[in-house]
């Protein structure tokens, strides 16, 4: 008998130690997790497996666990406001009505061949659409963002860059579910400033977001934002390193006190200039509190024709030739900004866009891309391929107006023409960062693409500009007849600031 009860104990503690680890939540999930149950958020089927990859079907149950949980007549209300029936099913492969209810209200599509494909899983920046779509769907969140929760109306905290060290991967259909979503802390990155934005998407982790989601309308104090993004503001003149003041992503003003009179968060020094023209282009040299630097050295009053900086080196390009220790005329001089010694034959780093391919001309007087043992990458130009950005190449197609294909090719495999675009200045393409690029197309138009071709704007300037600079991540163009600067963001918005 005592044997009997010793095997029956042995075998209940052998059922409990198989119950596989993937049943239980994650540690650093739970308490989030026993929250959303509590709030009614998770249905039963969910309540397990927690590591498992989610499905479409099981997001759109817990979007719809959501929005019950906001208030448990939202949904019929919001059903009857738009005319909203469920008699006819667009798919072949699901009954499920919480999937028919979120494709009914477009925060889920099939694959326009009426499937819905219920089983297959979804990626992180998939999850991102989808709740930020349940958001406009069934809140005022979306507009709020725009007119309410920014000093300035009109401008969505959401739509300030947030430069990604994986932005490449970003799609354009899902930029501005993934911004909103991180912004507003209902879903965060996965550490190092990535994203992973193709990445799985497990039910721990979808339950966390549909309980932010659920927080952030009216509950905010239970999230935890992330900090603002900060972008420089340059002096009026838009020619030197110098910033007037700072702006940040929920459009707070920061002076340059707080934070530095430099645009480059790693810069120790900076050019600014005072005047410019022919022959008589001079500045000076500030370090990140403003203060002028080499004041007294060589006669110089602080004011030279140019300046180069490199952490604690700085090559100051004279205005007028001084005597050097030999006694031939000194032109430019390389100075240790922090012992005020002389640096003989500073090294200097470069900025050299990375070249995965190599250009390689025919005799016949055609160019083509590369790989490392020759083999030809890229169709043929009748001028050498310009790199732009990294992986980013320029192939000539025409002038008047110049016109370019913009190819992608990482050296290995195929080239890939992206787009084919015009350029107003000399092939000039400027890299936003987060995988997105900015062309001027003309003294009045510009272009946002990323790096899969697709257009995130088109913007129209008013007067004729100058596209010189990005701010991280924004765009900062100069008037060209008064040299005023405005900044917009990567999705065409101008903000209200110069």
């Keep these: 008998m005592n044997k009997w009860r010793s095997l029956l104990v042995t075998l209940a503690l052998l059922a409990a130690l198989a119950t596989p680890a993937a049943a239980a939540p994650s540690t650093w999930a739970t308490a989030e997790v026993d929250d959303a149950m509590q709030l009614g958020i998770v249905p039963a089927a969910l309540q397990q497996d927690y590591k498992k990859a989610i499905t479409r079907s099981e997001f759109c149950a817990l979007v719809v666990g959501v929005v019950n949980a906001w208030d448990t007549d939202l949904l019929a209300f919001r059903m009857n406001a738009q005319n909203i029936h469920l008699d006819e099913n667009p798919f072949s492969d699901t009954t499920d009505r919480n999937a028919l209810l979120c494709a009914a209200f477009g925060i889920v599509e099939g694959d326009g061949n009426g499937h819905f494909m219920p089983d297959a899983p979804i990626t992180r920046q998939q999850a991102a659409k989808m709740l930020y779509l349940a958001a406009d769907a069934f809140t005022e969140l979306i507009f709020e963002d725009g007119m309410i929760t920014t000093n300035f109306r009109g401008i969505a905290s959401s739509d300030l860059p947030h430069r990604w060290d994986d932005g490449a991967a970003l799609r354009a259909w899902a930029r501005k579910g993934v911004m909103w979503c991180y912004r507003a802390g209902v879903m965060q990155g996965v550490g190092d400033n990535r994203f992973d934005f193709n990445g799985g998407y497990t039910r721990e982790q979808a339950i966390l977001t549909a309980r932010r989601l659920y927080y952030a309308y009216g509950k905010t104090d239970e999230l935890d934002k992330p900090p603002a993004d900060v972008y420089p503001i340059y002096v009026a003149d838009g020619l030197c390193d110098q910033v007037a003041f700072w702006v940040d992503s929920t459009l707070t003003t920061h002076t340059c006190e707080e934070l530095g009179y430099l645009a480059d968060p790693d810069a120790k020094y900076g050019f600014v200039t005072d005047n410019v023209g022919v022959g008589a282009t001079y500045g000076h040299v500030i370090d990140r509190a403003g203060q002028t630097q080499f004041a007294g050295l060589y006669g110089s009053n602080g004011f030279y024709a140019d300046a180069k900086c490199s952490g604690d080196t700085v090559l100051l390009v004279l205005r007028e030739p001084a005597t050097g220790k030999d006694g ?171």
Aim: charged share 15%; proline share 6%; aromatic share 10%.
């Design 328 to 498: 031939l005329p000194l032109y430019a001089v390389a100075v240790d900004a922090e012992t005020g010694e002389i640096v003989e034959n500073p090294e200097w780093p470069t900025a050299a866009v990375a070249q995965s391919a190599a250009v390689q001309s025919q005799s016949t007087g055609y160019y083509f891309l590369a790989d490392a043992d020759g083999n030809r990458l890229s169709d043929e130009y009748p001028n050498a391929l310009l790199p732009a950005a990294d992986n980013l190449y320029l192939g000539w197609k025409s002038d008047a107006p110049s016109t370019y294909d913009v190819l992608q090719c990482d050296g290995a495999s195929q080239a890939r023409v992206l787009r084919t675009e015009t350029f107003r200045f000399a092939a000039q393409l400027l890299d936003l960062g987060d995988g997105l690029y900015a062309v001027q197309n003309t003294d009045t138009q510009i272009t946002v693409f990323d790096g899969y071709g697709e257009t995130i704007s088109q913007i129209t300037l008013p007067e004729p500009g100058y596209l010189g600079a990005a701010a991280n991540g924004l765009l900062c163009v100069m008037d060209q007849a008064n040299g005023a600067i405005r900044y917009d963001t990567p999705g065409g918005a101008q903000l209200p600031i110069g």
